[in-house]
């Protein structure tokens, strides 16, 4: 069974989370989530106008809802690393999230451009 692997990206405007999501979609078989480029096709708002907080938190919950339905096909759909998991499961899981600390020893990877 192949290993599921998240990868979560935060850092400054302009840092390059995406341009790095992008390079890592193309390597991986995977599904990425980018709030700026859904934001920019949903909404006309600049980031930094309380319109824009606003409707991100809608947008947020939007790519929410498209993740946890993705889970549920590739669930159903049995396929290597499926295992039981609905949308409670996973909304569960986020919410006992915490950040790795540094005795955990999980590999991280800083990108300074």
Known sequence: MSETVVHLM??????????????????????????????????????????????????KELIWETAVARAEARTAAGGPGAHPLDGTAVRHLASIFEPPTADEEIPTTVIDG
Do not use: S
């Not at 979609?25 to 930094?48: I, K, S």
């Open 10 to 59: 935060c850092g400054l405007n302009g840092a390059g989370k995406t341009a790095y999501a992008r390079r890592l979609a193309e390597q991986l078989p995977a599904v990425r989530f980018g709030l700026d480029e859904w934001m920019l096709r949903l909404y006309p708002y600049r980031y930094d106008t309380a319109k824009y907080a606003e409707q991100a938190e809608v947008c």
